[in-house]
């Protein structure tokens, strides 16, 4: 199996407590599988997104949290509670989705309102409940306003009051921005980044959108046909990716292919179909391929630099070409 490798080491987890922890979790339709036996582990007031392309299962992995679909195999923990036999409503989180799912006939007032009233709550804990939510969004100007009467950006601002007046212990957030244009995405990544600031809580982003996970988030596991193909820090992920698929998934690299020529505990040097010798840090995560091993490196644009030949040539990694 071919390994991509990257040259920067990244600093290891530590272990915290968990919010959701997902199990060898699998879920089939009609025979066909969506999720492939994932195994996630999320921290505490983690931000925490799950990435991948179009049909990879990363939606279908977050509805499964959130109780909308029932596992075909594995488990699933919230706060350390097995989900098994919780539904969807009770269970201590909140979704957000990308159409936004407000009710058109109330007003901003009273959909943020809707939750707490179904669980029956003092009319006092609703009016501050409510005041507070609104605060948070920044929307206090807006309360009496029907939904068909705010922008795309403010009424997004009221799916995330109504998710956070219940006091969710995880926020579930299913391409909270995909409906909105570039320059209002950008303004509430800001807004989504400082929310999760000042509550402390966890968030758990599906996205298929590449910088704003880098951006956002704190982790990110990565997904493809079902499977989870790495899981790690932003910088993890974009220096020391895992396979060839993450690679070229997040951001921009040159993918290449050769065998192991030489091992040792400091550097890992691979031959070229083209005969390049390319020298690569190896690292203590890096397993111990034989040579002649098949293996992917992945070099970014920002790591290759030009110098004229009468330059003094460094020891490794300078190929001689013509622009």
Not at 107 to 135: C, H, M, P, T
Not at 230 to 249: H, L, M, S
Not at 258 to 274: E, I, K, N, Y
Request: proline share 5%; with cysteine.
């Amino acid at each position: 199996m071919s390994q991509t490798f990257s040259l920067k080491h990244s600093a290891s987890q530590e272990d915290a407590v968990l919010d959701v922890e997902l199990h060898k979790v699998s879920k089939f339709f009609g025979g066909e599988p969506a999720v492939r036996d994932i195994t996630l582990r999320i921290e505490q007031g983690d931000f925490f997104s799950i990435l991948g392309p179009s049909g990879c299962g990363k939606t279908t992995t977050l509805r499964l949290i959130a109780g909308f679909e029932e596992l075909s195999a594995g488990n699933l923990r919230i706060q350390g509670q097995d989900m098994q036999a919780v539904p969807s409503y009770r269970r201590p989180v909140n979704t957000v989705f990308q159409s936004y799912a407000l009710f058109n006939h109330l007003n901003v007032w009273d959909n943020i309102a809707f939750g707490l009233r179904i669980k029956r709550a003092s009319k006092s804990q609703v009016q501050e409940r409510v005041s507070e939510a609104l605060r948070l969004v920044k929307m206090q100007a807006f309360a009496r306003r029907f939904p068909a009467q705010l922008s795309g950006g403010q009424q997004q601002r009221v799916a995330l009051a109504r998710a956070l007046v219940n006091r969710p212990a995880v926020m579930l957030l299913d391409e909270p921005l995909g409906a909105l244009d570039l320059k209002l995405r950008k303004e509430m990544q800001v807004e989504l980044a400082n929310l999760h600031r000042q509550l402390g809580i966890t968030f758990v982003m599906v996205t298929h959108d590449q910088e704003e996970a880098l951006s956002l988030s704190k982790h990110i596991a990565v997904m493809r046909d079902g499977k989870v193909e790495q899981i790690g820090c932003p910088n993890e992920i974009y220096e020391r990716p895992k396979t060839p698929f993450v690679a070229d998934f997040i951001g921009d690299t040159n993918l290449i292919e050769g065998r192991v020529a030489r091992f040792d505990d400091s550097m890992l040097q691979v031959t070229t179909v083209r005969g390049l010798k390319i020298w690569v840090d190896s690292q203590v995560e890096t397993p111990p391929f034989p040579p002649s091993s098949s293996v992917v490196v992945s070099v970014r644009p920002e790591q290759i630099h030009l110098s004229p030949t009468d330059s003094a040539i460094p020891t490794h990694n300078c190929f001689e070409g013509r622009l």
